[in-house]
């Protein structure tokens, strides 16, 4: 089951409660998994120096909480930080994800299935952080990475789900999850596309971006190389590769599982929508994520066999509304909410 977990302090005290959270699966599974060993193989190399000196100069609070992160983990500093590096340095890093996008009068509806490594299930959570140098947020989190990178909602209202994108083209510049969780201490959808437009970008992702009080769904897709941002005018699907046209040129690998649940996913949208998606009936964006059609590439993925080695870890259905965002988080879609949550706050 999913846990709960309260984070307080500093960045470095809550990075260290972080750790200590996540302690017993690293120790137990991750360090020895392969997916570890393949990104320690960048250990001592020029790249290493050179991220990990981008992010104490731009992104001093986050390199604190790293610093936390290794110390509560009791793991090499160096180590942590190149698996918070993972997707920048290996295009085939198990993380991937679906994501609904629901624009409507009442407010941007965004359900989103978290896919990472089984071997991390039952070592989960949904974090509470109170952090004395930024604004408060909940985020699920995974053992010995920062958070951000997965779903999240801060204490603005500024809501953001994060999907994989293995992109070809990563270099020297900031780790991606670095940049979502700086954006986890935003205030605005312009702040946030902001940030990422002007900082030195290494790996990539796709966001889901909205806020309470305002009506733009945003779809965000960057790379090291471009920043993509446009507003979702009707109701989409985004699996883990990058959809947008500016995007296409750029090299990216797309696995066999994200093309089909990108097809089911907008199959299913249409049987919901009709052909032009304006003449929408009442869409289950619960009952999209958790389809099994396709045996072999479910959208909905808990098998010991995935072709991708990824496992749907939790599912969160959050709505945006006027003046809170109110949001659920399943671990399984269709089962009841484990915990149900206003703002970055349990309800």
Not at 38 to 48: E, I, K, L, P
Not at 80 to 99: E, H, I, Q, Y
Not at 173 to 195: E, H, K
Not at 279 to 296: G, H, V, W, Y
Request: with cysteine; aromatic share 6%.
């Amino acid at each position: 089951m999913l846990s709960l977990i309260e984070l307080s302090g500093s960045s470095f005290q809550t990075g260290r409660a972080l750790g200590r959270f996540g302690a017993q699966a690293a120790h137990s599974y991750l360090v020895s998994s392969s997916p570890w060993q393949t990104v320690m193989a960048w250990r001592g190399t020029d790249t290493s120096r050179a991220m990990q000196a981008l992010v104490q100069q731009h992104f001093p609070r986050v390199h604190q909480e790293l610093q936390g992160l290794a110390a509560g983990l009791e793991l090499a500093p160096e180590d942590v930080f190149l698996w918070n590096c993972r997707g920048d340095l290996w295009s085939m890093a198990p993380d991937g994800c679906t994501t609904v996008q629901l624009p409507g009068p009442g407010g941007p509806r965004i359900t989103h299935n978290e896919d990472g490594d089984p071997g991390l299930a039952g070592y989960c959570g949904i974090g509470m952080f109170a952090n004395d140098e930024g604004p408060d947020f909940a985020s699920f989190v995974y053992p010995a990475s920062i958070p951000g990178h997965t779903f999240a909602v801060n204490e603005h209202g500024l809501a953001m789900t994060v999907n994989n994108l293995r992109t070809r083209r990563a270099t020297v510049g900031i780790p991606r999850m670095v940049l979502t969780r700086a954006l986890l201490d935003c205030s605005s959808l312009a702040q946030a596309v902001n940030l990422l437009v002007g900082m030195p970008r290494s790996g990539g992702f796709h966001l889901s971006l909205a806020q309470r009080g305002q009506q733009d769904l945003m779809s965000v897709e960057f790379n090291a190389l471009h920043v993509s941002s446009r507003v979702v005018q009707a109701p989409s699907l985004h699996a883990n590769h990058a959809l947008h046209d500016s995007m296409l040129g750029y090299p990216q690998v797309i696995t066999d599982s994200s093309r089909h649940r990108q097809r089911r996913g907008d199959e299913l949208l249409g049987q919901q929508t009709g052909p032009d998606r304006a003449s929408k009936t009442e869409i289950d964006p619960l009952c999209i994520l958790a389809d099994q059609e396709n045996r072999q590439f479910p959208i909905y993925r808990d098998q010991p066999d995935d072709s991708d080695a990824e496992n749907t870890m939790a599912t969160a259905d959050i709505q945006v509304g006027t003046e809170t965002v109110t949001w659920a988080v399943h671990e399984r879609p269709g089962q009841s909410a484990r915990f149900n949550l206003v703002d970055a706050n349990l309800a």
